[in-house]
């Protein structure tokens, strides 16, 4: 793409480049695209969501007549009564939610992540730093108040920190913690785990929220032993260019002697479940975040799927939203984005020259125009948002009210995938 914005010389060259590159992937477009549909539909198909309310389906069929060229629904979809918020059972504003024998999900309304504890072992995976997320007094956060909990009067011998990435939502009350420890166990080691993408990045950062790993993972696998409970950080990708997915698999017994109240959901074999904590590709009930969640790859955001799934677990923790998740919603958000990529490239093969000239590509080969010889609008202005329309209107169909939130995300989701057709050819 860049190669051919480099050389034109007239204006309608320009514009001749502009529908070729725009339409570069659409090689043998008519040939792909009833393949790319089908595979679609049978996606679709093998993966059954929960059935759209009355309500839903009526709001989608009023935003799909009333869908605007470079829009989406006027008014958001209902979300749908499997993803609604759970209330908030401590008076503190957290869920602490025993999994299994000395694991905890941690929950503050939008965020998740783990407490686990062996005996005086503790270790902590991830520290949302939520809007609100110190006590009013100024004695912690609220993670500290579930820490205590977990803690249950013991002093922790030594305490394990993991980042499962970089980004400060999700590491950024790292430091206060780290703080409210040296002031209430002050004779109790901490060693911090992070891959030296996340080490580089708290270095360098200004408000200096997160503490610096002083164990950098560098391996595909490391396994942390949190007294005997088995906990593996596994080098997966997806949504940093280095996401950790920290991963507790099923137990027969060995491990984890928390100290809660573990209410005995085991696996129907009479196992302690399998546990996975990777962040930020699936939204368990939603739609991934804007522009796809801003992974920096797309093609990896959707193999990670299968990586996730190759993995023996039945408890998925996603870091963000409503709700913890099944291999039922992993296998749910892989058809989801494989059903995105091919809208996108359907987008890019389904929308020709007439099309776009019709929207007013001519006008920038036009010297009296104001966006004359503006190429960013041939492709920004009129090229993509039309590629885009197509995508938007498909996966609106199709999961407008299966995942939450989908219509505020999709023309970005829909951009990048209609982007990646283009360049990934
Ligand atoms: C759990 O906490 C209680 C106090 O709340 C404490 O007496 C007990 O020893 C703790 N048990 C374990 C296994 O840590
Ligand atoms: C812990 O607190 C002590 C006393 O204030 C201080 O000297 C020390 O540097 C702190 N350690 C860390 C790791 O912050
Ligand atoms: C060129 O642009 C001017 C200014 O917008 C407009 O009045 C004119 O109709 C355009 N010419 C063509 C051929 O579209």
């Not at 209410?263 to 939603?286: C, E, K, N, T, Y």
Request: some cysteine; overall charge negative; charged content about 10%.
């Amino acid at each position: 793409m860049a190669a051919r914005l480099a050389l034109p010389v007239t204006a309608a060259a320009v514009v001749a480049a502009a529908v070729a590159a725009a339409t570069a992937a659409a090689t043998v477009a008519g040939a792909m695209a009833p393949a790319a549909t089908a595979v679609v539909a049978a996606t679709a198909a093998a993966v059954p969501t929960e059935a759209p309310t009355a309500g839903c389906t009526a709001a989608l069929a009023a935003c799909l007549d009333g869908l605007v060229p470079g829009g989406t629904c006027a008014t958001p979809l209902p979300v749908p009564p499997a993803s609604a918020p759970p209330p908030l059972r401590s008076p503190q504003g957290y869920n602490l939610t025993p999994l299994r024998p000395g694991v905890y999900s941690y929950y503050d309304g939008a965020y998740f992540s783990l407490l686990l504890r062996d005996g005086p072992a503790l270790a902590l995976v991830d520290f949302p730093d939520s809007a609100g997320s110190n006590v009013p007094d100024g004695s912690g956060t609220r993670l500290t108040g579930a820490i205590t909990e977990v803690l249950g009067g013991d002093v922790p011998a030594h305490v394990a920190f993991v980042y499962s990435h970089p980004h400060f939502d999700h590491i950024g009350a790292a430091s206060r913690v780290a703080a409210w420890l040296n002031t209430t166990y002050p004779h109790t080691p901490v060693t911090i785990y992070g891959t030296a993408e996340v080490t580089d990045l708290v270095v360098q950062s200004a408000s200096r929220r997160a503490v610096a790993p002083t164990l950098v993972v560098a391996a595909p696998r490391t396994v942390l032993a949190v007294g005997a409970l088995e906990v593996q950080l596994l080098m997966a990708g997806g949504h940093s260019a280095s996401d950790l997915a920290v991963y507790i698999p099923p137990s027969c017994g060995g491990g984890g002697r928390g100290n809660g109240t573990y209410s005995g959901d085991d696996d129907s074999d009479g196992r302690a479940p399998g546990i996975l904590h990777h962040v930020d590709v699936v939204f368990p009930g939603w739609s991934p975040f804007a522009n796809l969640a801003i992974t920096t790859d797309v093609a990896e955001f959707v193999t990670v799927h299968d990586t996730l799934l190759a993995l023996d677990w039945s408890i998925f923790s996603g870091g963000h939203l409503t709700k913890l998740g099944t291999r039922g919603d992993v296998a749910v958000s892989k058809a989801f984005v494989t059903d995105l990529l091919a809208a996108g490239a359907a987008g890019v093969t389904g929308v020709g020259p007439d099309a776009f000239g019709a929207a007013g590509l001519g006008q920038v080969a036009n010297a009296s125009s104001p966006v004359a010889g503006n190429l960013w609008y041939a492709f920004l202005g009129v090229v993509r948002p039309l590629q885009v329309d197509v995508c938007v209107r498909q996966m609106l169909e199709r999961w407008g009210c299966a995942l939450g939130g989908l219509d505020l995300t999709v023309r970005s989701a829909c951009f990048t995938t209609a982007t990646h057709a283009v360049l990934a050819g």
